[in-house]
Protein backbone atom coordinates (compact mmCIF):
# COMPACT_ATOMS: atom_id res chain seq x y z
CA UNK A 1 0.00 0.00 0.00
CA UNK A 2 1.34 3.73 -1.19
CA UNK A 3 2.06 5.74 1.96
CA UNK A 4 -0.47 8.62 0.71
CA UNK A 5 -2.89 8.33 -2.34
CA UNK A 6 -4.24 11.06 -4.00
CA UNK A 7 -6.81 11.18 -7.01
CA UNK A 8 -5.07 11.74 -9.92
CA UNK A 9 -7.61 13.55 -11.45
CA UNK A 10 -7.60 15.63 -13.61
CA UNK A 11 -10.07 18.53 -12.47
CA UNK A 12 -11.18 20.60 -15.06
CA UNK A 13 -12.89 23.88 -13.60
CA UNK A 14 -14.75 26.94 -14.23
CA UNK A 15 -12.93 30.05 -13.28
CA UNK A 16 -14.96 31.13 -10.06
CA UNK A 17 -15.70 27.38 -9.06
CA UNK A 18 -14.86 25.86 -5.33
CA UNK A 19 -12.80 22.82 -5.91
CA UNK A 20 -11.78 19.87 -3.11
CA UNK A 21 -9.01 17.66 -3.05
CA UNK A 22 -8.73 14.51 -0.94
CA UNK A 23 -5.49 12.82 0.10
CA UNK A 24 -5.12 9.41 2.45
CA UNK A 25 -1.99 8.23 4.10
CA UNK A 26 -1.30 5.10 5.77
CA UNK A 27 0.93 5.72 8.92
CA UNK A 28 -1.26 6.36 11.47
CA UNK A 29 2.30 7.43 13.37
CA UNK A 30 2.66 10.31 10.52
CA UNK A 31 2.98 13.65 12.09
CA UNK A 32 3.53 16.47 9.57
CA UNK A 33 1.40 17.50 6.67
CA UNK A 34 1.40 19.47 3.52
CA UNK A 35 0.12 20.83 0.35
CA UNK A 36 2.81 21.48 -2.28
CA UNK A 37 2.04 23.03 -5.51
CA UNK A 38 3.77 21.98 -9.03
CA UNK A 39 3.64 23.60 -12.14
CA UNK A 40 4.00 21.62 -15.81
CA UNK A 41 8.21 20.97 -16.05
CA UNK A 42 8.62 22.84 -13.07
CA UNK A 43 9.74 22.24 -9.45
CA UNK A 44 7.20 21.71 -6.16
CA UNK A 45 6.97 24.76 -4.29
CA UNK A 46 4.80 24.46 -0.67
CA UNK A 47 1.55 26.02 -1.02
CA UNK A 48 0.48 25.56 2.68
CA UNK A 49 0.84 23.44 5.87
CA UNK A 50 -1.67 21.39 7.43
CA UNK A 51 -2.86 21.71 11.20
CA UNK A 52 -4.63 19.91 13.20
CA UNK A 53 -7.55 21.96 13.55
CA UNK A 54 -7.39 23.09 9.99
CA UNK A 55 -6.07 26.21 8.58
CA UNK A 56 -7.12 28.85 5.86
CA UNK A 57 -4.67 30.61 3.88
CA UNK A 58 -6.60 33.12 1.62
CA UNK A 59 -8.75 30.88 -0.99
CA UNK A 60 -7.09 28.05 0.13
CA UNK A 61 -8.66 25.81 3.31
CA UNK A 62 -6.34 22.73 4.30
CA UNK A 63 -8.36 19.68 6.66
CA UNK A 64 -6.58 17.06 8.46
CA UNK A 65 -8.67 14.35 9.97
CA UNK A 66 -6.65 12.10 11.88
CA UNK A 67 -9.16 8.78 12.80
CA UNK A 68 -9.99 8.55 8.99
CA UNK A 69 -6.07 9.41 7.88
CA UNK A 70 -7.46 11.81 5.13
CA UNK A 71 -6.37 15.70 4.53
CA UNK A 72 -8.15 17.90 2.50
CA UNK A 73 -7.48 20.86 0.43
CA UNK A 74 -10.63 23.33 -0.18
CA UNK A 75 -9.65 25.90 -3.16
CA UNK A 76 -12.34 28.88 -3.35
CA UNK A 77 -12.94 31.29 -6.34
CA UNK A 78 -10.63 29.28 -8.37
CA UNK A 79 -8.26 31.39 -10.98
CA UNK A 80 -6.29 30.69 -13.84
CA UNK A 81 -3.66 30.79 -12.12
CA UNK A 82 -4.23 27.66 -9.85
CA UNK A 83 -3.81 25.25 -12.74
CA UNK A 84 -1.18 23.00 -11.78
CA UNK A 85 -0.54 19.47 -9.80
CA UNK A 86 -1.25 19.48 -6.17
CA UNK A 87 0.71 17.52 -4.36
CA UNK A 88 0.13 15.62 -1.06
CA UNK A 89 3.27 15.32 1.83
CA UNK A 90 3.21 13.71 4.88
CA UNK A 91 6.31 12.89 7.04
CA UNK A 92 7.45 9.41 7.66
CA UNK A 93 6.94 6.79 10.37
CA UNK A 94 10.43 6.26 11.65
CA UNK A 95 12.01 9.55 11.33
CA UNK A 96 10.63 13.12 10.63
CA UNK A 97 13.51 13.29 7.81
CA UNK A 98 11.70 11.49 5.28
CA UNK A 99 9.17 12.79 3.34
CA UNK A 100 6.45 10.63 1.08
CA UNK A 101 4.47 12.66 -1.63
CA UNK A 102 1.42 11.51 -3.59
CA UNK A 103 1.38 11.36 -7.03
CA UNK A 104 -0.13 14.67 -7.33
CA UNK A 105 -3.94 15.61 -8.28
CA UNK A 106 -4.29 17.86 -11.74
CA UNK A 107 -6.54 21.03 -11.57
CA UNK A 108 -7.38 23.12 -14.90
CA UNK A 109 -8.92 26.08 -14.56
CA UNK A 110 -10.93 26.74 -17.42
CA UNK A 111 -11.99 30.33 -18.30
CA UNK B 1 19.92 34.56 -3.32
CA UNK B 2 19.81 31.71 -5.62
CA UNK B 3 18.18 29.63 -3.80
CA UNK B 4 18.51 25.72 -4.34
CA UNK B 5 20.36 25.43 -8.29
CA UNK B 6 20.74 21.96 -9.81
CA UNK B 7 23.71 20.60 -12.55
CA UNK B 8 22.88 20.20 -15.22
CA UNK B 9 19.53 20.81 -16.26
CA UNK B 10 19.28 17.82 -18.66
CA UNK B 11 21.65 14.77 -19.67
CA UNK B 12 21.85 11.61 -21.84
CA UNK B 13 23.43 8.94 -20.89
CA UNK B 14 24.65 5.60 -22.49
CA UNK B 15 23.78 2.57 -19.95
CA UNK B 16 26.75 1.96 -18.07
CA UNK B 17 28.20 5.85 -18.22
CA UNK B 18 28.41 7.63 -14.96
CA UNK B 19 27.58 11.44 -13.80
CA UNK B 20 27.38 12.97 -11.03
CA UNK B 21 24.51 15.71 -10.25
CA UNK B 22 25.39 18.56 -8.00
CA UNK B 23 23.19 20.26 -6.06
CA UNK B 24 24.17 23.79 -4.27
CA UNK B 25 22.19 26.20 -1.74
CA UNK B 26 22.99 29.48 -0.61
CA UNK B 27 20.44 29.62 2.49
CA UNK B 28 23.04 27.79 5.04
CA UNK B 29 20.43 24.96 5.44
CA UNK B 30 21.31 21.74 7.15
CA UNK B 31 19.34 19.49 5.76
CA UNK B 32 19.46 18.36 1.87
CA UNK B 33 17.70 15.87 -0.27
CA UNK B 34 17.39 14.11 -3.60
CA UNK B 35 14.05 13.17 -5.00
CA UNK B 36 13.46 11.23 -8.40
CA UNK B 37 9.93 11.86 -9.95
CA UNK B 38 8.51 9.65 -12.37
CA UNK B 39 5.09 9.39 -14.41
CA UNK B 40 2.29 7.86 -11.40
CA UNK B 41 4.60 7.64 -8.96
CA UNK B 42 5.21 10.72 -7.34
CA UNK B 43 8.18 11.96 -5.89
CA UNK B 44 10.49 9.19 -4.24
CA UNK B 45 13.13 10.22 -1.78
CA UNK B 46 16.94 8.76 -2.97
CA UNK B 47 19.02 10.07 0.04
CA UNK B 48 19.19 12.95 2.37
CA UNK B 49 21.52 14.59 4.68
CA UNK B 50 20.94 15.91 8.39
CA UNK B 51 24.41 18.21 7.81
CA UNK B 52 28.09 18.44 6.55
CA UNK B 53 29.60 15.08 6.06
CA UNK B 54 26.42 12.97 6.99
CA UNK B 55 24.34 11.09 4.59
CA UNK B 56 21.50 8.53 4.87
CA UNK B 57 19.34 6.32 2.55
CA UNK B 58 15.74 7.29 1.48
CA UNK B 59 12.77 4.87 -0.25
CA UNK B 60 14.95 4.42 -3.73
CA UNK B 61 18.63 4.30 -2.73
CA UNK B 62 20.14 1.26 -4.59
CA UNK B 63 22.50 2.09 -7.86
CA UNK B 64 22.91 5.92 -6.45
CA UNK B 65 25.57 7.32 -4.30
CA UNK B 66 25.95 11.24 -2.14
CA UNK B 67 28.14 12.77 -0.63
CA UNK B 68 28.07 16.08 1.52
CA UNK B 69 31.40 17.58 1.93
CA UNK B 70 30.47 21.22 1.73
CA UNK B 71 26.95 22.11 3.58
CA UNK B 72 26.66 23.99 0.67
CA UNK B 73 26.52 21.19 -1.67
CA UNK B 74 24.86 17.68 -2.05
CA UNK B 75 26.18 15.58 -4.58
CA UNK B 76 24.06 12.68 -6.47
CA UNK B 77 26.09 10.07 -8.03
CA UNK B 78 25.63 7.15 -10.91
CA UNK B 79 28.42 4.82 -10.96
CA UNK B 80 27.02 2.68 -14.04
CA UNK B 81 23.67 4.18 -15.24
CA UNK B 82 20.63 2.17 -16.20
CA UNK B 83 17.55 2.79 -18.34
CA UNK B 84 15.66 2.61 -14.70
CA UNK B 85 16.96 5.60 -13.61
CA UNK B 86 15.71 7.81 -16.40
CA UNK B 87 13.85 10.06 -13.99
CA UNK B 88 13.50 14.04 -13.30
CA UNK B 89 15.22 14.37 -10.06
CA UNK B 90 15.13 16.99 -7.86
CA UNK B 91 16.89 18.45 -4.94
CA UNK B 92 15.43 20.11 -1.82
CA UNK B 93 16.98 21.63 0.98
CA UNK B 94 15.29 22.90 4.45
CA UNK B 95 16.37 23.92 7.76
CA UNK B 96 15.78 21.53 10.78
CA UNK B 97 12.32 21.65 12.08
CA UNK B 98 11.39 18.29 13.86
CA UNK B 99 9.54 16.84 10.65
CA UNK B 100 7.76 20.17 9.61
CA UNK B 101 10.23 21.13 7.35
CA UNK B 102 9.46 23.20 4.47
CA UNK B 103 11.45 21.46 1.60
CA UNK B 104 12.65 24.27 -0.76
CA UNK B 105 13.34 22.26 -4.58
CA UNK B 106 15.73 23.19 -7.34
CA UNK B 107 14.51 23.14 -11.07
CA UNK B 108 15.51 19.46 -11.60
CA UNK B 109 17.97 17.42 -13.71
CA UNK B 110 15.87 15.48 -16.46
CA UNK B 111 18.05 12.25 -17.55
CA UNK B 112 17.72 9.86 -20.08
CA UNK B 113 19.56 6.61 -19.96
CA UNK B 114 19.47 5.03 -23.38
Wanted: charged fraction near 20%; charge should be positive.
Amino acid sequence: RKEVEQDPGPFNVPEGATVAFNCTYSNSASQSFFWYRQDCRKEPKLLMSVYSSGNEDGRFTAQLNRASQYISLLIRDSKLSDSATYLCVVNGRNTGNQFYFGTGTSLTVIP
Amino acid sequence: NAGVTQTPKFRVLKTGQSMTLLCAQDMNHEYMYWYRQDPGMGLRLIHYSVGEGTTAKGEVPDGYNVSRLKKQNFLLGLESAAPSQTSVYFCASSYPSAGRETQYFGPGTRLLVL
